[in-house]
């Protein structure tokens, strides 16, 4: 095998309806997760309600191109075949990636973006002037995903720049390339504890934190809620952005605890017809569902701790 080419990108163009099922199957194959990019989005936005409703994402994932690459291929197109009873579904692109880029290779979709009424999303290797009032938050994800351009992410930004206060205590449950946690520092938490299960991850958010700026205030490492459990730690603001399924599974093992009394918690990673669902679970964790947001076919819920 030419070690040059030591890694296959696979790429599908779905609807928001399919993108959760898809990703859970490109999951299974890819390395470091899988990235998910809302086609067509205008880079200088300005107001969030000129952001189109997501018709089109594309999902990408990496794997090694290795003795198993035909038969990892051929069960991705038997799990994809399977799905196409539910939902139509595109042929899946490959392309080789040379193992010294695999890692950059998905930067040439990645362009500067505005997010509700401050926040300017920016790629390190992209210059952009501020306008006044700008906060900036400039990123080199690599493979630890998380690029703004994902709805899930921008109803997050959007909810922290109005949820968030000055001071606040605030968890960033899977943290990615840390991109949550920036904003939430830029927007005046006193103290941020971004916990993610993958170490790549961690690794990106501690040194985009750094470039901000923020790095101080910004703890990175690795972990879930439950290493939280045990301990006093509880914060003021919770943000999860995860799959829906999870955040159930969390609700289910004490992930309402982590909300200090009085305080508030995120939830994204959420399709319209698993609202009910999460909310549900969030009420036997001990949280109130307040409010919804929606982009599109995906959701955000609000929720608060009762004031003791």
Same mark, same amino acid.
């Given at each position: 095998m030419n070690a040059k080419s030591a890694w296959i990108e696979v790429a599908l163009q779905v609807d928001g309806e399919s993108a959760e099922a898809v990703a859970e199957v490109l999951e299974r194959f890819g390395h470091q997760g899988v990235s998910l990019e809302q086609d067509g989005i205008p880079p200088d936005t300005w107001d969030e309600d000129q952001v189109p409703p997501p018709q089109s994402l594309t999902l990408r994932a990496?794997? @090694?191109a290795d003795d198993q690459l035909e038969a990892s291929k051929a069960k991705l197109e038997t799990a994809l075949g399977y799905m196409r009873l539910m939902y139509p579904m595109p042929t899946p692109v490959y392309r080789s990636i040379q193992a010294e880029d695999w890692a950059e290779a998905w930067k040439a979709h990645y362009e500067p973006l505005r997010v509700g009424k401050r926040l300017l999303i920016r790629p390190l290797w992209i210059d952009r002037p501020l306008a006044p009032g700008d906060i900036e938050i400039a990123l080199d994800?690599?493979?630890?995903?998380?690029t703004g351009s994902h709805p899930t992410t921008q109803l997050c930004l959007r909810a922290l720049e109005d949820?968030?206060?000055?001071?606040?205590a605030v968890l960033d449950l899977g943290s990615g390339s840390?991109?949550?946690s920036i904003a939430a520092a830029k927007?005046?938490?006193g103290q941020v504890l971004a916990?993610?299960?993958? @170490?790549i991850a961690v690794e990106s958010t501690r040194d985009n934190a750094e470039a901000n700026g923020v790095g101080q205030q910004v703890i990175a490492e690795r972990g879930s809620h439950d290493c939280l459990l045990t301990s006093a730690r509880r914060f003021d603001l919770v943000v999860v952005n995860i799959l829906a399924r999870i955040i159930v599974e969390m609700a289910k093992e004490r992930l309402g605890e982590l909300v200090r009394p009085g305080g508030q918690a995120i939830f994204s990673g959420i399709i319209d017809t698993q609202v009910a669902e999460v909310e549900a679970a969030l009420r036997d964790s001990g949280l109130q569902p307040t409010a919804r947001r929606r982009m599109g076919d995906w959701m955000l819920v609000e929720a608060k701790r009762p004031a003791e």
């Open positions: 990496y794997f @090694p994800p690599g493979m630890a995903f998380g949820l968030l206060q000055s001071g606040q840390g991109i949550l927007l005046g938490a916990l993610d299960t993958d @170490p």
